[in-house]
């Protein structure tokens, strides 16, 4: 079933033909008629306003809805707190991630659910069967993404809270240019910044009242192809292309943070994925290249002429003056530093050498500048 933003006229205004790849049955605008790459730096050194609406939410409630979510996933939903959200690792019955996914706790017996474009309505269904719980797919909610170290000041003096004291993952219900929203912290480009959830009939107005209120900030609209930039610069996972294998697990992509090993209740996949810790096969690290082109995806990574991994993202950032990647390879060649080389086509090799990611701020203290 196909799916329109509200926002599209605003883009193609913007230039945008909204008629590349679709995500999630969703058309987006991949570019405007700006370079990406100068939307980057808007992004890392004032504000962007993405539109991420095709991300997926479901509305899940009822008396059951907390025990169906935590057979969904891997960490410990009973423990989230009202207003809280957080990324978790999915898995099917082998113990392989099977979609990106983020609980959004709203009250005792409200949450939503935003997943990317995996295997989560399947096994919601299949959980759902026989309990108190109503789960629907909520095809009216739009997303706006403001990302950038702006992005608190301009939003700030619009909310009937003080903003600066709310923390990374956290959300609260307020008003914003007089419309009914949640807004929440966090963002998908390594920099600080807030999520408006909204009602498609708002969403317009919202867009252009937080264009109109960031004009002397310098904030611009912002194109995916940006998005990927930044994500990729912040070495942020994105399913399924940071899991080529098809059965990949957590602890083959540095994602123990969203295994709660400590986590009494039963999820799909428990025995599975506890059994494969320890056991990788790959390991998901980053990779830096010499070369002014970006690292292909797919593009087979060697050591002394024998192959040990293959890229799962790459790009170049011109932010960064980099050609990097983020790279499965066998776990006895991912000490950084290891050199490589990257097939870049046929009989064409780039010699790279094994990174620590993120590329970009590698502490985080863009995204938690106060610890938190």
């Not at 983020?102 to 269904?125: A, C, E, N, W, Y």
């Amino acid at each position: 079933m196909s799916r329109n933003s509200i926002l599209n006229k605003r883009h193609t205004a913007l230039g945008s033909k909204l008629d590349g790849d679709t995500w999630n049955d969703m058309p987006i605008p991949w570019s405007y008629r700006a370079d990406a790459h100068d939307e980057v730096v808007a992004v890392r050194t004032r504000a962007g306003l993405y539109d991420v609406s095709a991300l997926n939410i479901i509305n899940v409630s009822g008396a059951d809805a907390e025990s169906v979510l935590d057979r969904l996933v891997t960490i410990d939903v009973k423990a989230m707190k009202p207003g809280t959200s957080r990324l978790a690792a999915e898995v099917d019955e082998n113990g392989a991630l099977c979609d990106d996914i983020m609980i959004i706790r709203d009250s005792k017996d409200t949450f939503r659910v935003s997943h990317g474009s995996g295997k989560t309505p399947q096994q919601l269904k299949q959980l759902a069967k026989g309990k108190k719980v109503k789960v629907a797919a909520d095809l009216d909610a739009h997303i706006l993404s403001l990302q950038g170290p702006k992005s608190l000041a301009i939003l700030a003096p619009h909310v009937d809270f003080k903003l600066a004291s709310l923390p990374y993952f956290k959300h609260q219900k307020t008003t914003l240019f007089g419309r009914d929203v949640y807004l929440a912290r966090g963002g998908y480009s390594g920099e600080r910044g807030y999520e408006v959830y909204c009602a498609a009939k708002d969403a317009v107005h919202l867009w252009d009242s937080i264009l109109e209120a960031g004009k002397a900030h310098g904030i611009i609209a912002a194109s995916w192809n940006s998005l990927e930039l930044t994500r990729m610069e912040a070495g942020l996972l994105f399913f399924p292309f940071e899991m080529p294998e098809g059965d990949t697990t957590p602890w083959e992509v540095n994602m123990g943070w969203g295994v709660d090993l400590d986590k009494k209740g039963d999820y799909i996949g428990k025995e599975a994925v506890l059994k494969l810790r320890g056991r990788e096969r790959v390991k998901h690290t980053g990779l830096i290249c010499d070369s002014d082109k970006a690292p292909p995806a797919g593009a087979k990574v060697l050591r002394g002429g024998k192959e040990i991994g293959v890229v799962t993202s790459g790009s170049f950032s011109r932010y960064l003056m980099l050609s990097i990647a983020m790279v499965h390879v066998k776990p006895e060649h991912s000490q950084i530093g290891t050199e490589v080389e990257v097939v870049f086509g046929k009989n064409k090799t780039v010699k790279g050498r094994i990174a620590r990611t993120p590329f970009y701020d590698p502490l985080r203290l863009r995204t938690h500048p106060e610890g938190r």
